[in-house]
């Protein structure tokens, strides 16, 4: 038998017999030269698994031959946990950008994709991320000037979800080598089989089912929307744990399917006890910042993570 379509988007179609096919936007390659501020190159931190990353600097690593320690961005691309990478053209120049608005080092992760990896997958890779960097500051010459007491996880869309799961990893694990000191979610991807009012509309139908089914793709065998990596309700989280959970901004654009989940994510943590600030993009749909990095939108979404970034 012809294996049958069990998922499908724009960029991915998922098929009964396991095979995956994705269809990729444009991608940037890394570049040594010093571009629009920034470069960057492409390392590789696990290569048995695979797992990759792009590296940014700025111009500010590049300007005196001593700089002064830079924070560093750990982020983590969004795609439903399916699709993305940290080589599609619009990460690719948004990353750049942060990394000189901000003066910081970004490390962007290319975890490994579900529905071949499920979940907890994706958490796993991306807090081998942060071992790697500790382990690279004294051999990788990029990293020297890393300030590895000043690490902020970033992540849009499910990469906010993954940001969010790689915190509570690092507060668990007392070897952690660096300090999270931030996290900053853009348009977070959390969910639960209980439906938001958006989501009942009926001009929500189509976008339901893409999330249903990328949600579907992900999951462990046997969970479903109710999984702990989904709903933030099902988090078995301590409450010395939640004490010791990194401050967080939260970005949520006016127009995005997934707003009420970002906005209940910020209360949610806020009723934990955690210290978080809500930001609203306004006039703008998911990841925006990502189709349109240049844009004055997305400038003014870096400056906001480069105050955030710069007030620790």
Known sequence: MEPTVIGSSEFVKAYSDGSVERFIPETAPASLVLYDGFKCKDVTIDPLKPI???LFIPIAATA???PPPLPIVVYFHGGGFC???TTWLGYHHFLGGLSDASESIVLSVDYRLAPENKLPVAYEDSYASLIWLSQQTLSEPWLQNGDLSRVFLSGDSAGGNIAHHVAIRAIRDPQCPVRVCGIVPIHPYFGSEKRTELETKAESVDEVK???MFWSLSVPEGSN?????????KMLVLKSEWNRFPDVLVFVAE???LK???????????KKGVNVKLFETKDEKHVFHVFRPDSEETKSLQNQMNEFIHSF
């Not at 929307?225 to 309700?233: F, I, K, P, Q």
């Open 83 to 85: 699709i993305g990478s």
């Open 210 to 212: 893409s999330n249903d």
């Open 260 to 270: 009420e989940r970002g906005v209940e994510y910020a209360e949610f943590l806020k």
């Open 255 to 257: 127009f995005d399917f």
């Open 64 to 66: 005196t031959a001593k």
């Open 52 to 54: 990759t990353a792009r």
């Open 225 to 233: 929307r109710d999984y702990n990596g989904c709903n933030l309700e």
